[in-house]
Each structure stands twice: as C-alpha cells, then as structure tokens.
C-alpha cells in the first residue's frame, strides 16, 4: 500500500517541481499577478490529476482479490488528500512560509504516527485502521495550512503556464520516478514471491538494519 501511495504522490506530472521553480523566479521580478496565475492554474489541475489517480484506485479495488479491495480504497482517498498536501507543501515553501510548512510537516509525522497506531489498534482490520489514520492526518494538516495560510483559489486554468510548469518540472520527476522504481522494486518482489513468515523476517532485517545505522 506504501508503494501506492508513493507513485500516487507524483500524480502531479511535475507541475509541482515546476511550480517550485518559477514561482521564486516570477518573486524575484515583482510580477505578482503571474505568480497568482501559477498558483490557480496550478492548484486545479493538480486538484484534478489527483482526483483521477485516485479514481483509478478505486476502480482498481474492484478488481483485485477482497484481502486488498477496502485498503485500495482507502488509500485512493490518500491519495487524493495527498495531492493538496503536497501542493500546499510547495506553494508555501515556494512562497518564503519555511515555518509554517515545517510545523505542517511535523505535525503531519506526530498525528500520523499517533493516529496509524490508535486505529489499527481499534480496527479489526489493522491495515485499514493505520491506512484511515494517514488519511485523517493529512486531512487536518491540510485544513490546518489552509486556515493559516489563509489561501483562496480563482476558479482558473491557463494552459500557458501549466505548460510552461510541466516543461520545467518534467526532467525532476523523471529522475525521482526512477529512482522510486529502483526503492520499491524489493517490494513488488515481496508482493509476488514471499509469504507472511519470509515478509517478517525481512522486515525484521530491514528493521535492525535501519537501528544500526541510526546508532553508528
């Protein structure tokens, strides 16, 4: 399910790696006006990339056996969630507001631990509990940003800028969609090839693995 949501968080296209890069330039000219312009087209057309990467999801959760069907679901509202988060993220940190994009990202990483753990303690569906859990943090993170940031959206879609955006954007997100592929390629393996016992005792590995190399 974290490998879905992974690929699902580059839904975006690259407009968001775009956005990162010429909102600071159009800062650095004073052309307020066109930054606004970036930011509306920007936020929709994410909006609604997000809104079919995880429409096709859901449809997918129809098809594949029951034991994935509800956590596919849920994890199609994640990513949908995910899509505002991440744009949120970048808008701010495009705009100068490192303090408040960081306390929305702390907060983020304290709620959802906090909320993974609870629900799949209360569920009798683990998996699902923890997968409803992500999704509520990134709905309060999000509404949280929105409130102190304070941000308003102009129904507006200039298909000049998306495609300026896209075409900056492109070369980043095919280096970080690659390097995805080769981090999750041992899980799709996983996926395939072992059973629950083999899955413990490499998750155990990776555990240890990652405690040593915190300590040392």
């Known amino acids: 399910m974290n ?32 930054i606004e312009a970036v930011k509306n087209s920007i936020f929709w057309l994410n ?11 859901m449809t997918v959760s129809f098809f594949v056996p029951d ?15 995910q899509q505002i988060y991440l744009y949120l993220f970048c808008s701010l940190r495009a ?5 408040l994009a960081s306390k929305g990202t702390a907060g983020f990483s304290i709620i959802s631990t906090t909320l993974v753990v609870l629900f799949a303690m209360l ?3 683990r ?23 304070r941000a308003r959206f102009t129904l507006q879609v200039d298909w000049h800028i998306v495609r300026e955006n896209f075409f900056v954007g492109l070369p980043i997100i095919i280096v970080g969609f690659i390097d995805m592929i080769f981090l999750s390629i041992d899980r799709w393996l ?3 090839k072992l ?17 040593l190399g915190f300590v040392t």
Not at 6 to 33: C, D, E, V
Not at 95 to 99: D, H, M, P, R, V
């Open 127 to 149: 998996l699902s509990g923890a997968l409803l859990g992500i999704v509520c943090a990134l709905v309060i993170v999000v509404a949280y940003w929105l409130l102190k940031s």
């Open 195 to 211: 059973g629950e016992a083999a899955l413990g005792y490499y998750a155990i590995g990776i555990m240890a693995a990652s405690m």
């Open 123 to 125: 569920f009798s569906d």
């Open 3 to 34: 490998v879905i949501l992974g690929y699902g968080a580059n839904s975006h296209i690259g407009l968001l790696h775009g956005m990162n890069k010429t909102i600071p330039y159009l800062r650095g000219q004073n052309r307020t006006q066109k």
């Open 95 to 99: 705009e100068n507001e490192f303090g």
């Open 67 to 81: 034991v994935y069907a509800s956590s596919l679901r849920i994890i199609a509202l994640c990513i949908f969630f």
């Open 47 to 57: 909006l609604l990339l997000g809104l079919c990467a995880s429409g096709i999801t």
């Open 190 to 192: 996983i996926a395939v």
